[in-house]
Nanobody
Framework: VQLQASGGGLVQAGGSLRLSCAASGRTFNGYALAWFRQAPGKEREFVGVVGWSSGLPYHALSVKGRFTISRDIEKNTMFLQMNSLRPEDTAVYYC????????????????WGQGTLVTVSS
């Protein structure tokens, strides 16, 4: 399994970005794909997860209402639409995959992408 995250960049507070995670190497039926983020000096934080087969998303409270996770089965790609960005959203964003149900702990995820940096200026 390979995961390739992209779409990060520099944006002003209040702006938007859309991250993509291209997944390859197998079919992902029965998998959960998730986004995590890690700011400098902080632990990796759960952002959101989507069931690949069901398309059902679950978002962390800190981003609920601002971020939306989705997936496109035909393109084998997961997305994270980020609106109303805040300086505290600045972090490296990682996509991850696991075989099984949606969970929020990073320890449960078997596969990780390389990360993409999001910087939100005030």
């Amino acid at each position: 399994v390979q995961l390739q995250a992209s779409g990060g960049g520099l944006v002003q507070a209040g702006g938007s970005l859309r991250l993509s995670c291209a997944a390859s190497g197998r079919t992902f039926n029965g998998y959960a794909l998730a986004w995590f983020r890690q700011a400098p000096g902080k632990e990796r934080e759960f952002v959101g997860v989507v069931g690949w087969s069901s398309g059902l998303p679950y978002h962390a409270l800190s981003v609920k209402g601002r971020f939306t996770i989705s997936r496109d089965i035909e393109k084998n790609t997961m997305f994270l639409q980020m609106n109303s960005l805040r300086p505290e959203d600045t972090a490296v964003y990682y996509c991850a995959a696991r075989s099984g149900p949606r969970v929020t702990s990073p320890d449960a995820y078997e596969y990780w992408g390389q990360g993409t940096l999001v910087t939100v200026s005030s």
